[in-house]
Structures are given as C-alpha cells and as structure tokens.
C-alpha cells in the first residue's frame, strides 16, 4: 500500500501541480486512513465500500477532529478513489456520493499597526539571537511571505542594494521588495550576527539557528510566541498572522489586490479577496459604533 499511496503521490505532484505542503497533507491523510482500514482488519483500500470510509470519518469526529480536518480529509479520499479509477485499479468510485461538511469561512486574525510595531520592538539587538530575530520579523511583515518560505531562504536570495528578496519553490519564482528598516535589519544580521552563528561557510541557509544550522518552523513558532507574550498583545498568534496583517495593511493603505497576490504568491485571486471582506468587515464595526443611528 504504501507503494500505492508514493504513485498517487507522484500523480498529484506531476499532473495537477500542487506545493509541496498541499503534497504532505494529501499523503498524510491517505496513510491514515489505510492505517485506519489495517487496524480494523477491513479490505484494502482499493477494495473498500462506502460504508467502510463512512467509519473513517465517525471515527475521525469520535477522535474530536475539526470540521476542517475531516473536510479536508474527505477530499483526499476523493481524490485518491479518482486517482484508482483514472488508473483502472477499481471498477465504481466509493466516494462518489461522499460530500465534505460545509466550513464556515472565518476571517484571519490580523495585528493593528501598533501591534505589530510593538511585536518586530521586541527583539533587541545587543546578541546574536537579537539581531537574527529582528531581522526574521521584519522580513516577515515586510514580504508576507509563508514562515516556509522565510526558513527555506538563502543568502543568494537576498539584494540588500537593489532592495528586494527572490522567494521561489520548486515550481514557481516571485521577487518582493523590502523598504528601509527592513534593509537596515537584514543588512545587521548579515554582517553583525550571521558568519559568527554559521558552523561552515558552506552554509547556505540565511537564517539560522544557535547550532549554525538552518532554522526549523518550530524554533520560529516558538520565538514568535515568545515575542507576542513580551508585547503583552491577547491576540492567537502564530506566523501567518503577520502574512494576514501585511495584506490587510497593504489594502488599507491604497495597494490593489493583483499587486497584494502576486506578492502572497496566490495562484487564484479569490484568495486574496478575504482580505476585502476583512476591510468590509471592519468598515462595518466603525459604522455600528460611530452613525448615530446605526
């Protein structure tokens, strides 16, 4: 099976294009589920009836999953089952009458400006880890790029002259520029804190952890946390906060929404649109609370 869980993998990556994080959650959620299938000593996966994959997920709310984790997980599923039939490994599609629940769509969290001038005020640079901090935050807000992007940069990424960042994955490449202060920051790791962290001047990665090795998502996660509860800011929080709060802070100020996705790296334009509904939204708040007679 997991021979056949690599190929529906492989499928998924070459022919409809997906990240390499949507790829992750796919073959997660497809492993689980035969993981699922073995322990109840239910037919193959290949092999499985309707009702089999309706205990899947009674079992995934019994386990007390999200709403969004078992939509999520259903998808895959179809997915897989589609991918079976497309490759004549089953004869009827188990899924087929299957549906994802209805999710109710919620507007991210963002940070006020105060907020978020008194989070990127928190790291100091009197160390290392300071200077490495304040320029990993600053980064952050500055691009709104994802914290996989941020970990995954390199040193050749970077033009502190021309002023701007190249973010690119296996499949698609995009240039961000970088105001001052961001510059400032960047440029005071790199000469200040960085080739005293690094273990090998082979290193590649621009941010890097006290080892000298690249940093992970946990270790951001974790000093993002840690910054917000110095800030003394209530909000939840985590690193895509500061990617919501950039966009939100872009459309506020006058960018247009074509420029705001081709910087988040959106492929669909529908994304980026949540942040008009967020403007909306708060407009809405300022109405109730200021008219006279809302």
């Given amino acids: 099976m997991s021979e056949l869980v690599n190929e529906f993998v492989r499928y998924l990556e070459k022919e409809k294009k997906l990240s390499d994080n949507t790829l992750l959650s796919y073959r997660h959620d497809t492993e689980q589920y035969i993981d699922f299938l073995e322990k109840n000593q239910y037919k193959s996966a290949a092999n499985a009836t309707k009702a089999m994959i309706v205990s899947y997920i009674v079992h995934l709310e019994r386990l007390g999953r999200a709403t969004s984790t078992i939509s999520r997980n259903i998808i895959s599923l179809k997915s897989f089952y589609r991918f079976l039939m497309k490759k004549k490994r089953i004869a009827s599609d188990p899924t087929v009458d299957i549906h994802p629940p209805k999710i109710e769509k919620k507007l991210p969290q963002i940070l006020t400006s ?39 940069l ?38 200040k804190a960085r080739n005293l962290l690094i273990r090998s001047t ?60 081709s910087m988040l790296g959106h492929a669909d334009i529908s994304s980026t649109q949540i942040y008009t509904h967020l403007m909306n939204h708060k407009l809405k708040d300022v109405y109730t609370k200021a008219h006279p007679r809302a």
């Fill in 114 to 152: 105060k907020e978020v001038e008194l989070l990127l005020d928190q790291p100091k640079k009197v160390d290392l880890k300071g200077y490495r901090d304040k320029a990993m935050l600053e980064l952050l807000y500055a691009t709104g790029i994802r914290v996989s992007e941020l970990i995954s």
């Fill in 154 to 191: 390199k040193v050749q990424d970077v033009n502190l002259e021309m002023g701007f960042i190249r973010c690119k994955n296996s499949k698609k490449e995009r240039i961000i520029p970088i105001g001052k202060i961001c510059i400032s920051a960047l440029h005071d790791y790199m000469t």
């Fill in 202 to 261: 082979e290193e590649e990665a621009l941010f890097v952890n006290m080892f000298g090795m690249q940093i992970s998502r946990q270790g951001f996660w974790k000093l993002i946390k840690q910054y917000a509860q110095q800030a003394n800011i209530t909000k939840d929080i985590t690193p895509h906060t500061l990617r919501h709060s950039f966009a939100a802070h872009l459309l506020e100020n006058g960018a247009d929404l074509q420029s705001i996705q």
